[in-house]
Nanobody, 121 residues
């Protein structure tokens, strides 16, 4: 079993900042891509930012330079620093990791339970 536990969500005023963390634990041989997704109220889940194991990153257009994804491979943790938050950034933020549980298994997607981010105007 692989567990991803997010933390750092909360209520913040527009223009404020939050830092999300997601720690992976359990049966993990290696982790490939890690990323953050969000689901705004009444909308589909969408990619926010991604990070490959070799350090490459990618961002959704709506990030506009406000967010930074980073990871600590030794801690099996991915972070999302969010600055200049807007009310439209409100939603449940999920982390995802491509995990190889054993040496002999393939990579599988694992998801966290989500953390609520609410940005007030």
């Amino acid at each position: 079993q692989v567990q991803l536990v997010e933390s750092g969500g909360g209520l913040v005023q527009a223009g404020g900042s939050l830092r999300l963390s997601c720690a992976a634990s359990g049966f993990i041989f290696s982790i490939n891509d890690m990323g953050w997704y969000r689901q705004p109220p009444g909308k589909e889940r969408e990619l926010v930012a991604g990070s490959t194991s070799d350090g490459s990153t990618n961002y959704a257009d709506f990030v506009e330079g406000r967010f930074t994804i980073s990871r600590d491979n030794a801690k099996k943790t991915v972070y999302l620093q969010m600055n200049s938050l807007k009310p439209e950034d409100t939603g449940v933020y999920f982390c995802k990791a491509e995990v190889k549980p054993t040496r002999w298994s393939g990579f599988r997607d694992s998801w966290g339970q989500g953390t609520q981010v609410t940005v007030s105007s």
